[in-house]
């Protein structure tokens, strides 16, 4: 079995945006379609990018406040979809369900925001990421097809890895 992937679809949505923009190009100009939520998808079509919302990807509009956004099968099964499995690429067509290769995803800045004097239960609550935690745990389930980068520090080692595999990721650093 093939242990490189290529990146070709990646679900972007990040908290802390330092060296975003730079990712996300390089994921571009190796060939990913880039999926990504609210503010990240703002700053990634405000610097030039073409980025496919989420709620285009799902057919769901973002709702609640944003409480929901990600807990989607379509995009949960993009992530922990087996594509060796044949029972899972069939349930994957049988669903319109694309297959994530990579997710960039930090979480809520909880300890910072609560560490502010005058932060509220309300702003505090609204601090508790589920979508976030949700995909890495998806994606890192299926290390074997899904890369999972979880801090701004990790990019240059993808970008190296896409580098030095003409545009793949390998097992190793997925699994690291």
Known sequence: MTTSFPINRALLSVSDKSG???????????????ISTGGTAK????????????D???????MLDGRIKTLHPIIHGGLLGKRNDPSHVKSMKAYDILPIDLVCIDLYPFENTISQPRTSDAEAIEQIDIGGPAMIRSAA????FVT?????????LVLADLQSTKGKVTKELRRS
């Not at 389930?141 to 074997?144: C, I, R, S």
């Open 20 to 34: 975003i923009v730079d990712f996300a190009r390089a994921l571009h100009e190796h060939g990913a379609e880039l």
């Open 43 to 54: 700053v990634l079509q405000d610097a030039g990018l073409s980025v496919m919302p989420v």
């Open 56 to 62: 285009e990807v799902t057919g769901f509009p973002e």
């Open 141 to 144: 389930k299926n290390y074997d």
């Open 148 to 156: 999972v980068i979880t801090n701004p520090s990790q990019y240059e």
